[in-house]
């Protein structure tokens, strides 16, 4: 089936530092594939999506790539503060309708002044 | 503004009682899903309904009932025979097709007193 694998945290850096979450996934078919945050105490919210292969979503200084030759949609941004403290899930959805929205185990990320 | 509203944020329960936790929406999705999260956990589909008057279990059903009389209304009852109760319950909602993502709400916290 399919299934969404995220690098095991927490992940520890301090401000202004470069920030990677790898996120690589299995499917059948060609899936969209979006990144939520969740903050402490929280519900999860939508930070970006990517449709199919070589689009690049975008939100608040986050980018992700969606890379078919590698089933990877890698997280990234330039410079962190101490408000991207969080858990970030990657996920994948395929086109069909009915079908669910597949998580990732979550990476959290903290972020020291 | 549209969104999924869950109450209460926090409940807490005495062992051996039902509790129902209510989701309500406003986006005029079809499909809404129930999750549970447990501390420093990833996301549980506990049960989802693409439809009204339609439901199907998740992963982890034991223990919970729902139903959707409904589009806007989701709730769910924790019953006094899910033996470990204490947890995160995080309600969400989507168009049901393709490439959409789900909309989350904020969450409610249970604890068995």
Same mark, same amino acid.
């Given at each position: 089936? +399919? ?8 992940v520890? !850096?301090?401000e202004e ?6 996120c690589?996934?299995t ?5 969209? !594939? ?10 999860l919210? $939508?930070l $970006?999506?990517?449709?199919?292969? +070589? +689009?690049?979503g ?6 992700a790539?969606y ?6 949609f890698? !997280? ?7 408000? +991207?403290?969080a858990?970030?899930?990657?996920? !994948? ?6 079908n669910k $929205?597949?998580f ?5 990320? $903290?972020?020291k002044? | 503004?549209?969104?999924?509203t869950?109450s ?19 986006l005029?999705?079809?499909?809404m ?11 549980r ?5 693409q439809i009204v ?5 998740g ?7 729902v ?7 989701f ?30 709400g ?8």
């Open positions: 089936g +399919d299934s969404v694998t995220q690098m095991e945290g927490p520890t !850096l301090s530092a470069f920030l990677t979450i790898n690589t996934y499917a059948t078919g060609y899936p969209s !594939l979006f990144w939520y945050v969740q903050y402490p105490g929280e519900g919210q $939508l $970006l999506k990517a449709t199919k292969a +070589d +689009d690049k975008s939100n608040k200084g986050f980018e790539t890379r078919k030759e590698t089933t990877s890698h !997280l990234e941004k330039g410079s962190v503060q101490v408000s +991207d403290s858990v970030y899930f990657c996920a !994948l959805i395929m086109g069909a309708a009915g $929205l597949t990732g185990g979550g990476t959290r990320v $903290l972020v002044p | 503004d549209g969104g999924i869950q209460p944020k926090y409940l807490f329960r005495k062992e051996g009682q039902n509790v129902t936790l209510s989701c309500e929406q406003n005029n999705h079809d499909a899903y129930w999750y549970r999260q447990d501390p420093g956990q990833g996301l589909l506990i049960y989802y309904s008057n339609d439901f199907q279990k992963d982890i059903a034991e223990g919970y009932s139903s959707r009389e409904k589009k806007e209304s709730p769910l009852t924790v019953t006094s025979a899910q033996k470990n109760p204490t947890a995160f319950y995080l309600c969400a909602s989507s168009i049901g097709e393709g490439s959409g993502g789900y909309t989350f904020s969450g409610t916290r249970l604890t068995v007193v």
